[in-house]
């Protein structure tokens, strides 16, 4: 199997460059369509897709992982990438060689959707899709972790020499106020409908108002809870000040996810669900691709290294969409209570393990150079020199002499 080529390790360095690489664009579009017509064809059990969908998205889910284990090998590259060669990707020869990098994927995955109908009967695919919704607690649990996880590495990109942490009551109040004004604009989408708060009656405006007062309180606690990690005399304080903000304020957005879906708040369409879903999904995506790539480049992992972590997200993201999907199904259209509990699991787990998360985050970048550079302060060691012996022999034979 290759090792890669040096243009491949190259995209292991940024989150953009690796979504933006025409190469495996085809792969992203092929998830989004392929997902948004999965679930609204099992919505709608369009010919019998509320039986067979589950089964779909598992064999797509599948067939994305064997593309990502055989991507470092050249057979992979010349299956499942395009070379676009700077043309653009709204060109039709693009869009030709593009649909046809996609096929070998579509046709493993049809080959498994045969097998799975070969061997269950109607009964057992319907566990499959049992199984696939319960796996949505499962995959909660794994969203906060891989977002947690990704903020890190954006951490380690953007720390710097020593720096103490900003600290103190002033910038815990500007933090929380940040933190308002941010989650307002949404509040006021979701939460409101996009109409003036005015005209909403007072359960309501309590409901929203209590939220925003449970975001100052988690902006206080989490001061207080984070505070040790985010201090150090040999840490890039500043840096991980940042990360625990951006790891507070995501949480935050998911615990407004699972705050809008309570039975105290407003009813919304499955379908506004499921595109606020597709975004937080698609955030997960983009910080779980960019952390395995970056992981996997650290530790010479080919399989987790460029467009093979873009398969591994497209797999995760099939997963995840069948999830959703199955969870329409099995509730009869509605997901507020399931997709609640998911979203304050994410939120949970993320504010939960912040603090060790922020621990390995490091020393900054100016100490881990030092530590892990060779130390050349001492002269090598030098070993002992022997010269070889050297046989003198006089004029009489029975003498002979050895001279070092």
């Not at 292991?12 to 664009?25: G, K």
């Not at 607690?137 to 020499?161: C, D, H, N, V």
Request: proline share 4%; glycine share 8%.
């Amino acid at each position: 199997m290759n090792n890669g080529t040096p243009e491949d390790l190259q995209k292991s360095e940024s989150a953009f460059y690796i979504f933006s690489d025409p190469s495996t664009f085809p792969h992203i579009v092929l998830l989004v369509i392929f997902s948004g017509s999965l679930y609204g064809a099992m919505s709608m059990d369009v010919l019998g897709s509320e039986s067979q969908g589950a089964a779909i998205f598992v064999s797509l889910s599948l067939s994305y992982m064997v593309a990502a284990l055989i991507r470092p090998s050249r057979l992979g590259r010349f299956l499942l990438t395009v070379e676009s060669n700077g043309e653009g990707i709204l060109k039709s020869k693009y869009l030709i060689k593009g649909l046809i990098k996609t096929l070998p994927v579509i046709a493993l995955a049809s080959l498994i959707w045969y097998f799975f109908n070969a061997s269950l009967d109607n009964e057992n695919l319907n566990d499959i899709k049992l199984i696939l919704a319960m796996m949505f607690i499962a995959m909660s649990l794994f969203q906060g972790l891989t977002l947690t996880t990704g903020w890190i590495e954006y951490g380690k990109k953007i720390r710097g020499p020593p720096r103490d942490s900003r600290t103190g009551l002033t910038l815990t109040i500007l933090r929380i106020v940040i933190s308002l004004l941010l989650l307002a604009p949404l509040v006021w989408w979701f939460g409101y409908g996009a109409v003036n708060p005015l005209n909403a009656n007072f359960s309501t405006n309590l409901v929203w108002l209590i939220f925003m007062i449970t975001v100052v309180f988690l902006g206080v606690l989490m001061e207080r809870y984070t505070k040790s990690s985010r201090e150090g005399a040999e840490v890039d304080g500043v840096a991980h000040d940042r990360v625990y903000f951006l790891i507070f304020i995501t949480s935050c957005w998911h615990l407004l996810s699972s705050w809008r879906r309570a039975p105290f708040t407003v009813d919304q369409s499955s379908v506004g669900l499921f595109f606020e879903e597709v975004i937080l999904m698609s955030i997960t995506i983009v910080l779980a691709v960019w952390s395995l790539s970056k992981k996997g480049h650290k530790r010479g992992w080919r399989i987790f290294q460029g467009q093979s972590a873009i398969f591994w997200g497209v797999c995760f993201g099939f997963a995840y969409c069948g999830s959703v999907s199955s969870l329409t199904v099995l509730s009869e259209g509605s997901l507020m209570t399931t997709t609640a509990i998911g979203h304050a699991i994410t939120a949970v787990v993320m504010l939960a393990i912040s603090p060790i998360a922020l621990s390995r985050l490091g020393l900054s970048e100016e100490l881990e150079e030092r530590f892990e550079a060779p130390d050349h302060s001492l002269p090598p060691e030098e070993e002992p020199h022997f010269q070889p012996a050297r046989v003198v022999e006089s004029g009489d034979d029975d003498i002979v002499e050895i001279v070092d």
